[in-house]
């Protein structure tokens, strides 16, 4: 991929946001950015992020990898970033969306294959800032027959597996840095699960100090033909918000 093929480096008019509710309806589709891999975060979101709670030069952690967009914007932003997924598509997707050439982009990209809730490559008090968006356990499969992937689990082992996950993140983590999640609610028998709040509190029993809770808008939710229909039906509304929790250590 080449400068060449890219319309434009930055968000156009863009200014960081300063409240405690986020909404994208334009995703962003600077540099490599698309919507193509499923679930993939807004690139504003880790791009406000990291201005806001890390440097350039600083090593960035996003564990859950998944589409890339964590890792563009960290390649464009000057901060290091180390990249972790347990899926082959998902890092080869990695590696050609941080494959081009920019001036103003000098952070540097690992990519590298493992398992969030074991990162034993990456050295104690060593990341100065996670930025990850994981699984809402079952809700969206990335994979059919990767043991490791936390897509598959239902809600109650997902938990337990995202308190792994939490413990190598506090492990990881400097003192007094931050630590950014992006996590959704769900519905069971058309009753809500608080799915949001169970990670939250699991992040707090390893140690995290809850330092925000943003609520971002879902703007693939629409009100129309079957949703509109059933959420009339069986009287439920349509999920529209997602939390965007920071912590610190």
Not at 98 to 124: M, P, S, T, W
Not at 133 to 159: M, R, V
Request: net charge neutral; charged share 30%; glycine share 6%.
């Amino acid at each position: 991929m080449t400068a060449k093929k890219i319309a434009k480096w930055e968000p156009e008019d863009f200014e960081q946001e300063m409240t405690t509710v986020w909404s994208f309806p334009n995703r962003g589709d600077w540099a490599t950015h698309d919507a193509k891999w499923r679930g993939n975060w807004s690139p504003y979101i880790p791009r406000n992020l990291m201005l806001r709670y890390s440097q350039e030069g600083d090593t960035v952690l996003d564990q859950f990898a998944g589409g890339g967009t964590t890792l563009v914007e960290a390649k464009l932003l000057n901060r290091n970033i180390i990249g972790v997924d347990v899926n082959d598509e998902a890092l080869e997707r990695c590696r050609e969306k941080v494959k081009f050439d920019y001036e103003k982009a000098q952070g540097k990209v690992h990519v590298c294959k493992g398992d969030a809730r074991h990162l034993k490559f990456i050295k104690n008090e060593s990341i100065d800032f996670i930025c990850t968006h994981p699984p809402y356990a079952n809700i969206i499969q990335y994979s059919e027959d990767i043991p490791e992937d936390l897509s598959h689990c239902k809600i109650p082992e997902f938990l337990e597996e995202m308190k792994k996950v939490a413990s190598e993140s506090y492990r990881v983590l400097k003192k007094g840095k931050f630590c950014a999640i992006l996590i959704g609610d769900t519905r069971q028998k058309g009753c809500m699960l608080p799915l949001g709040f169970s990670v939250m509190q699991v992040f707090q029993e390893a140690g995290f100090t809850l330092k925000e809770i943003i609520i971002k808008e879902q703007h693939n939710c629409r009100a129309t033909g079957y949703w509109k229909t059933s959420s009339l039906k069986y009287n439920f509304f349509l999920i529209a918000h997602e939390y965007l929790l920071v912590f610190r250590k």
